[in-house]
Structure formats: C-alpha cells, structure tokens
C-alpha cells in the first residue's frame, strides 16, 4: 500500500504540495491529475525518494519513504519501475541495452538477461528493433524501450510522469495500451499527466490536484478542471 500523509512540500515558502493526504491500494491504476504545476510531478518526485517533503510521512509497505536514507534508496527502489515523459535512455546503448543496464544494476547472471530482455521488447512490439540505438527509434518507440526497462524487473509499482507528452495521438494510446497491459499483470500503475481525453477514456480512479492541493478523488473519476 501507499500512504501519503499530511504531505507538504514548499520551495521558498511556495507550496507545490499543501497537506496532501490518499492511499493507493496494491494492483490499483490511479492517475494523478491537474493542469501544470498542479503537483504532479512533486508527487512523484516525493514517492520515487529524489525529494523529501517538507512536512508529513510517506509510506510505501514497510518503508517510510520520507526518513529513508540515500544508502537505502537503490534497494527501495528495486520496487518501483518509472517511465518519465524524456524518456531517459543511454544515448550510447542500444534498446536491447538499455533495458539490459536495468538487469545488470540488479546483479542478475547473463543468462537471465538473455532470456528476459528479449521477451519484455516483444511484449512491448519492439524485438525487431533490439540492436537500435535510441537515436535510430521514433519518439514512440523510445518510449517503449523506457516501458520494457521500467518493467523487466517485474516491479510492484509503475510510475509514469507525462509519459506521453512527447509523442503523437496514435504513441500516446499504445503507451496507455502498455499501462493497462502492465496493470493487468497485477502492478500497481500510478500516471500522472494532463491529458483530459486519456483519463476520461480510461474511466479509472483520478486524483485531482489543483495549485498544490488534492481537490478531488473519484472512482471512475473525470479531469474537469478548466
């Protein structure tokens, strides 16, 4: 389960986050939702450990992430997979690679590499293209590359940050596609976006942020800010 409690984050007494409060049940697909510098990312950003909240506690199973030490990040973070919208991939490396670099930081044998790596690029249509350097792929494929990395560790949670905000109408509906087939699986899916038509469409659960505070929470929920 995740727990944000009371959370507060303020940058030189602005607040990106004002007393935020909601829990997240395990195998649940929540989308964060609000214009930009609605919070979004700070959220994120809070979860994941790369910032702690001014104020308030926030869990994650049996971590407290907000008290965790940067020691304990790495295997904190062996549960969550995350899928950013710049999508973060070794320019050097190719997509075979680049979700490899995840197995490799885990410590798994070659032998596992080989066998995972290829299964998770044809699980998100992209086996022909293993041996690409990201440089050879269109933007939606570079996203696919980032998906396959985020998940080929079979993570608890998938965190998405605008994760379609670079690409086209047409991308942006195979990586919602993606999300769904992952939260399938039984991750939990956590996207934070803007998009109104991608929340809606999907009818899930929707955490409405607005100026740094959590203004509505609904199953089934709408993106009706402005």
């Known amino acids: 389960m995740i727990i944000f409690q009371n959370v507060s984050k303020f940058y030189n007494k602005l607040a990106a986050l004002d ?19 609605a919070g979004k990312s ?12 001014t104020k308030g506690q926030i869990f994650f199973n049996d971590y407290e992430i907000n ?28 997509a075979f690679e680049n979700v490899a670099f995840a197995l490799e930081a885990e410590g798994r044998i070659q032998k596992e590499i080989n066998d995972l790596v290829p299964q998770v690029l044809d699980m998100v249509g992209l086996k022909e293209k293993a041996f690409n350097f990201p440089a050879e ?47 399938e699986f039984g991750s939990t899916v956590i996207l934070a976006t803007h998009n109104k038509e991608i929340v809606n469409t999907l009818g899930r659960r929707a955490i409405t942020l607005e100026a740094g505070r959590l203004i509505r929470d609904e199953e089934n929920g709408k993106f009706i800010i402005g």
């Open 19 to 37: 007393k935020v409060s909601f829990k997240i049940q395990p195998g649940e697909f929540v989308s964060i939702v609000g214009r930009s510098g």
């Open 137 to 183: 792929l269109s933007g939606g494929e570079k996203q696919r590359v980032a998906i396959a990395r985020a998940m080929v560790n079979q993570p608890q949670v998938i965190v998405a940050d605008e994760p379609t905000g670079n690409l086209d109408p047409f991308n942006t509906w195979e990586v919602i596609k993606l999300l769904t087939k992952i939260n």
């Open 42 to 53: 700070t959220v994120v950003k809070m979860f994941i450990g790369e910032e702690k909240p």
């Open 67 to 94: 008290k965790l030490k940067f020691s304990y990040l790495p295997d904190f973070r062996r549960h969550i997979g995350v899928i950013f919208q710049d999508f973060r991939l070794l320019p050097q490396k190719t």
